[in-house]
Each structure stands twice: as C-alpha cells, then as structure tokens.
C-alpha cells in the first residue's frame, strides 16, 4: 500500500502539569507502534503546528491550546481525519463536559454552573451543598488553583471570588462524593480499558486525590464502569480518553473528570499499541 502520512501534535508543556514526559512518552510510543505496521508519523511541537500549515490528512494529536483546537476543527471541517477530534477535546472543557454528561444521563455528581462573580451561598444552600469542587468551566485545568475543594458555602464564596480576579468568568461546581477515587484508562474501538486506585500508587497530578484518601477497596462491576466510560467517550467524540471516578460506599460509579488523551502513565506499553490500531481502524473507515 502507498505510505500514509500521519501529523503527530505534541502537547505543549504549559498543559501538561507534572506531566510533560509521561504525555510525551505514550504520544511517542503510540507514533513508534504506527511506524512498526507501515505508517510515517511526522512529529511536530503544538507552536510547530500553531504557526505552520501541515501537508499530512491524518492529524493524531494531544493538543489543548486553544487555536490549536480551533485549527484541528477547521483542518476536520475540511475533510481531514483527526484524532482526537478538535470537537471533542473542546468537549472536554468543564462546563461542556459536564452539560454532555448530565444531557445524557450519565453517571456525574450533582452540579451548579455559575458565573464567577455571582453570590452562590443562598444558591449552595438551597441545593443542599456543603463539601464540593470548584473547577474552572471555561477550559482544561493548567494550574492547581483551576480544581479547588472547599468545605462550605463560605468557603466556596471566597474561592470563587479569586477564580473572578484571575479573570475565570466561568465556573461548575460539583458536589463531593464521598467514596474510593479511581482513576480509568480507554481506548474507543479496543478492548482496552485499565482502572487503578491513584492514591495508593501515589499518582497525582495536584494532589487532590489526598481528599477521598486510601481506597477502601469497595467492590464494583468493573464492566459497568467501562460502559459508562465508553458512553462518556462517545458523547464527547473523544477515542483515546481516560479520567477519574468514585465509587460510592453502595457501588454505585460516577465520573468526576474526563480527559481527552491522558499520560496512561502506569499501563503505557499495553495501551500503546491498542492506541495504534484504533488509529488504524479509523484511517481504513474514513472516506
């Protein structure tokens, strides 16, 4: 067959938060999987592609700037394939993210959406919120000031209050789930999908799983957890995701946070491949 030419996007370091080399090392290991089975992966830094046109009609990428999306949606517009779709990484973004969950019924803690500059105590209260996360809505995560947890309403009013003078004018809030923290590996299209408990392998991002603690080892269906991830997957047109969960005292499973193509830091070498062929079965469909 003739050689097919694949645009590989890097991840700029501003979003990768401690973990620049694991999302450089699955991005690479992925590339290298394509080369094996026939495939020219050229590689290109997120400012190389910001700044330059690429020849390439095939674009797998782990962008997350926003021009960067906004080219990636122009080049699909266009007829290119790109993994993941520039959509959904937009998708992604908290206050997308969380109207797609909650729009289709899928397992995600209650949630307001609020301005920044609004007084959300009376709000808080009347929704029976004590305990809860303040995410910012308008974008991925990029410091560990974008993800707060606060005890009361109080508290709440005071964080999103400095979320308003750091200029985010946007913002959920979820209500906490108490429960053990899983963290979810998957890949669309693949058997694939590895779960982990993040705390006890000390695999943190801002340390915030330090607030659910030492798994409890409750028993969940780890299929239902899966179909639940792959539902998620397909509502926010993303193919190579991963994210966390909780699971609840009873069992019962939400998702807490997806992401669009995540380090797979603790299962790289059995996802890269997987990653590989997903890619694979997508260019072959493509018309």
């Not at 645009?7 to 700029?12: L, P």
């Not at 700044?51 to 007829?79: P, T």
């Not at 959904?88 to 803690?109: D, S, V």
């Not at 699971?247 to 070498?269: H, K, L, Q, Y």
Request: hydrophobic share 35%; glycine share 8%.
């Amino acid at each position: 067959m003739a050689e097919i030419e694949i645009a590989g996007i890097m991840r700029a370091g501003a979003y990768s938060p401690n973990h620049i080399g694991n999302d450089a090392a699955i991005f690479n290991a992925a590339a290298e999987q394509l080369r094996k089975r026939g495939y020219v992966v050229n590689i290109y830094s997120e400012e190389q592609f910001k700044l330059n046109d690429i020849k390439e009609r095939v674009i797998l990428n782990m962008c997350r700037e926003q021009s960067s999306i906004a080219k990636l949606q122009q080049l699909e517009d266009r007829g290119c394939l790109v993994i993941n779709s520039g959509y959904g990484i937009e998708n992604c973004t908290r206050e997308r993210m969380t109207r797609i969950l909650l729009g289709n019924n899928i397992p995600y803690p209650d949630s307001l959406i609020v301005d920044t500059n609004e007084a959300i105590k009376p709000l808080l209260k009347k929704s029976g919120f004590q305990s809860c996360w303040i995410k910012r809505g308008d974008f991925h995560a990029m410091h560990k000031e974008d993800v707060s947890y606060v005890r009361h309403p109080e508290e709440a009013q005071e964080v999103l209050q400095e979320y308003f003078l750091r200029g985010i004018k946007r913002a959920v809030i979820n209500v906490h789930l108490p429960g053990d923290l899983v963290k979810f590996y998957g890949v669309c299209g693949t058997p694939f999908f590895f779960w982990f408990y993040p705390f006890d392998q000390g695999h943190s991002k801002y340390g915030h799983e330090a607030i659910n603690g030492k798994s409890q080892g409750i028993k969940f269906n780890v299929k239902e957890m899966k179909d639940i991830c792959q539902r998620a997957a397909e509502e926010l047109n993303v193919v190579i995701y991963g994210g966390d969960c909780i699971v609840s005292p009873d069992g019962e499973m939400r998702i807490i946070d997806f992401n669009d193509w995540p380090s797979f830091a603790p299962c790289r070498n059995e996802a890269a491949p997987h990653i590989a062929k997903s890619v694979i079965s997508l260019i072959k469909s493509h018309k």
